[in-house]
């Protein structure tokens, strides 16, 4: 294994302890569904978004079942380029977005396994408009990636709703509140892949809004 590999590795090894360490004894954590998570082979997880906490949560849940050194993150550009978050950055299994779907789908074929957060910021853009920072109300718009990776690949996709993170960490804000944090897993499901033709933007549209439909049973 190449010396830079190994690094990154150990890195992410001791920073992800410490932090899930930290995570387990400031928090009071209930994980529902756990049994739903894969013991081997490719996988798409999404959830709802709204605190960075969630990554940890996750990560709690992943590190429970041996996942989490299987896992690629999909995150978006301003997050990558947050300097709070910059450490776990360099050792943590990234996918920026910008070609998300094939840096994605290379993974999925490594037996790797992805979370997409399809709200992306949307909390975030709420956050500032109920506060009286912004003057238009956002408009939630749903990422699709999770549903092109699915009918492309035919991986599961694995449902997460999380709750109380918004409480313990809203949006902005740079340290958590103590508090209670639980997550809801749901049963797998997958899409029969199509032919390439059939693949169209309402198919996708439409796939995107079932898949935001299974988060929001568990929220």
Known sequence: MPLLRLLKR?????????????????????????????????????????????????????????????IHWVIGKSTYQN???RLLFLTASLIVVNGTVKKAETALKAGQCIVIFPEG????????????????EPVRHIGTSAAILGLKTGCPIIPMGLHGTFEAMPPFSFFPKRG????????????????????????????????????????
């Open 10 to 70: 150990w890195g992410f090894w001791v920073f992800s302890n410490s932090l899930l360490l930290f995570c387990k004894a400031y928090f009071r954590l209930k994980i529902d569904g756990l049994q739903n998570l894969p013991d081997q082979g490719p996988c798409i997880f999404v959830a709802n978004h709204q605190s960075y906490l969630d990554i940890l949560v996750l990560a709690m849940a992943f590190e429970k079942r041996g996942l989490l050194y299987r």
């Open 180 to 219: 209670d944090l639980s997550l809801r897993i749901g049963m797998p499901f997958h899409f029969v892949v199509p032919e390439p033709e059939a693949v169209t933007d309402t198919l996708i549209s439409e796939e995107s809004n079932f898949i935001m439909d299974q988060i929001g049973a568990l929220r």
């Open 83 to 85: 300097p709070l978050l």
């Open 121 to 136: 910021f949307y909390a975030w853009y709420k956050f500032l408009y109920d506060h009286g920072k912004e003057k238009t």
